[in-house]
Nanobody, 127 residues
Framework: QVQLVESGGGSVQSGGSLRLSCAASGYTVSNYCMGWFRQAPGKEREGVAT???????NYASSVKGRFTISRDIAKNTLFLQMNSLTPEDTAMYYC?????????????????????WGQGTQVTVSS
């Protein structure tokens, strides 16, 4: 059974940093696409960062240069290092795994009928 458990959220001041973790079980993180998404109140969920099986990454333009997605294969865990945080980064952050694909161009594309989600972790950035 696939399970994703996020941790590491919290409240920080603008300019601060946080590191989110997503512990995966039921499959191997390096075999498929994984990503981080976020949803702010009143807004649609948006993709933040994606990592494929070969280690290729993709970032939303709003976080490029500030956020870094990575994984620890031994711990079967996905990370999101977030630096230079701004109040616009305030949202619930979700870890996701797309067990259809392994290649960056196809990650989370189309009908996500084999996408698994964590329960989310709140990130709040104050000015």
């Amino acid at each position: 059974q696939v399970q994703l458990v996020e941790s590491g959220g919290g409240s920080v001041q603008s300019g601060g940093s946080l590191r989110l973790s997503c512990a995966a079980s039921g499959y191997t993180v390096s075999n498929y696409c994984m990503g981080w998404f976020r949803q702010a109140p009143g807004k649609e969920r948006e993709g933040v960062a994606t990592l494929d099986s070969a280690g290729r990454t993709n970032y939303a333009s709003s976080v490029k240069g500030r956020f870094t997605i990575s994984r620890d294969i031994a711990k079967n865990t996905l990370f999101l290092q977030m630096n230079s945080l701004t109040p616009e980064d305030t949202a619930m952050y979700y870890c996701a795994a797309d067990l259809r694909f392994a290649y960056i161009a196809w990650c989370f594309a189309g009908k996500q009928d084999q996408t698994y989600w964590g329960q989310g972790t709140q990130v709040t950035v104050s000015s």
